[in-house]
Nanobody
């Protein structure tokens, strides 16, 4: 059974930084991708960043350069450094495992990020 637990969500001023962490319990497969999504009030959940086991990273256009995703395979962790935060970054951030086989997505409970101007 795979479980994901996020931490690091907080309130921040615009221009500030936060680091989100996700601890994964259970087995991560070699083909799994780990990532972060976010959901703002009244909006759909959207991909923020994703990283493969080999370290290939993919970012949403709105966070390129400002956010950095990383993973620690030894610790079963995935992290997201968020810099130059904007009020529009306010959302619940979810950790995700995208598994190819059997095809399934795993989600954490989410961690709230609030950015004030």
């Amino acid at each position: 059974q795979v479980q994901l637990v996020e931490s690091g969500g907080d309130s921040a001023q615009a221009g500030g930084s936060l680091t989100l962490s996700c601890a994964v319990s259970g087995t991560i497969f070699s083909t799994d991708a780990l990532g972060w999504y976010r959901q703002a009030p009244g909006k759909q959940r959207e991909l923020v960043a994703r990283v493969s086991v080999l370290g290939t990273k993919r970012y949403a256009d709105f966070v390129k350069v400002l956010f950095t995703i990383s993973r620690d395979n030894a610790k079963n962790g995935v992290y997201q450094q968020m810099n130059s935060l904007k009020p529009e970054d306010t959302a619940v951030y979810y950790c995700n495992i995208n598994r190819l086989w059997p095809e399934r997505d795993y989600w954490g409970q989410g961690t709230q990020v609030n950015v004030s101007s």
